[in-house]
């Protein structure tokens, strides 16, 4: 369940935040000399800057069931929670959104709860899943411009931590230290974004160290193994995940996943590869209804050396 809370959240943000068209920045095909990117769009995608990209940290608990991960959000989207108008209709909207995405995997999820607090003297959104299995998970979204994704399986230790964890909103996430006992989680991080050309379409690839299966490498990027076909109300989910051959030979891992929520509908690919020295995770996204056969082929053609 900790990659549905990711893929939950930074959907919200994604809709909320996503430009009409795409910003004003380095083309696609011409990337900065600093930039350590691998994998080269189609035509006619735009970069966005570095500010744009979501890094995130995983700390991990001495038991190894419970995690914390934090996501330094990018300042376009704080922007837009803290604009008035948008902030009123966010606040209704983004629990009600939350609670219809994780609601899909009914009846996995037993109780949904979500409140707006005081944190770090900044209004801060607080939402709790508790799963039949047992499992626990509690999203903060801080004023400040962090994520926070809390999952326990049995008993939470860590929400006192949590409630008065105030880094300065300038602070590298990258440098803070977990709760005592905890250890930092390898992840994969985005090391690029791009635009499409049509509004609602995005690109991130994220690396990470190489692993010894690609199994272990789709761990890494933290994303889900489960296959979901579910519908609840308005709102319907579809995920499913393949042993795919790209076009060099090479075995790759791609999910795909489809919410239609009333009349929005968002696509997302991802496919997970591995060369030499790194893991790759190409992860693709549209409200488009259908994917740009170019974008997947390009995708397919991914052979990082």
């Known amino acids: 369940m900790r990659s549905l809370a990711i893929v939950a959240l930074c959907l919200a943000a994604f809709l909320a935040a996503v430009p009409t068209a795409p910003p004003s920045s380095t083309p696609a095909a011409m990337p900065s000399a600093s930039s350590t990117q691998a994998f080269t769009p189609p035509a006619g995608w735009t970069q966005a800057p570095p500010y744009f990209l979501m890094k995130p940290v995983a700390w991990q608990a001495p038991s190894g069931r419970d995690f914390i991960t934090i996501v ?36 996995a999820i037993s109780h949904f709860a979500s409140t707006t607090v005081a944190l770090c003297g900044s209004p801060a959104y607080v939402m709790t899943t508790h799963s039949r299995s047992g499992g626990t998970q509690e999203f903060i979204l801080e004023g400040s411009g962090l994520a926070i ?10 929400s006192h931590f949590l409630h008065a964890f105030c880094p300065a909103a300038s ?19 985005p090391v690029a974004e791009w635009y499409g050309p049509a509004m609602g379409e995005m690109l991130i690839e994220s690396q990470g160290p ?65 060369g030499a020295t790194s893991s790759y995770s190409i992860a693709y996204t549209t409200r488009n209804g259908s994917p740009d056969q170019g974008v997947l082929a390009a995708m397919h053609s991914f052979c990082p050396q």
């Not at 602070?171 to 390898?186: E, F, V």
């Not at 989910?237 to 891992?253: D, E, F, I, P």
Request: proline fraction near 6%; glycine fraction near 4%.
């Open 210 to 274: 190489v692993m010894p299966s690609l199994e272990a490498a789709w761990a890494l990027a933290g994303s889900s193994r489960r296959t979901v076909t579910s519908h609840v109300g308005s709102t319907s989910l579809r995920a499913s995940r393949n042993l795919v051959k790209q076009t060099c030979g090479a075995q790759a891992l791609e999910a795909t996943t489809t919410v239609h929520i009333g009349t929005m509908h968002v696509l997302t690919d991802t496919l997970v590869v591995q």
């Open 149 to 158: 994704i809390y999952s326990y399986a049995a008993t939470e230790t860590e």
């Open 72 to 107: 330094r959000m990018p300042s376009a989207i704080m922007t837009a929670f803290s604009m008035p108008a948008t902030n009123r209709a966010l606040s209704a909207m983004f629990p009600k959104m939350l609670k219809e995405i994780l609601g899909t995997h009914a009846p």
């Open 171 to 189: 602070a590298d996430i990258t440098t803070l230290s977990p709760p005592a006992g905890w250890r930092i989680k390898p992840m994969m991080h």
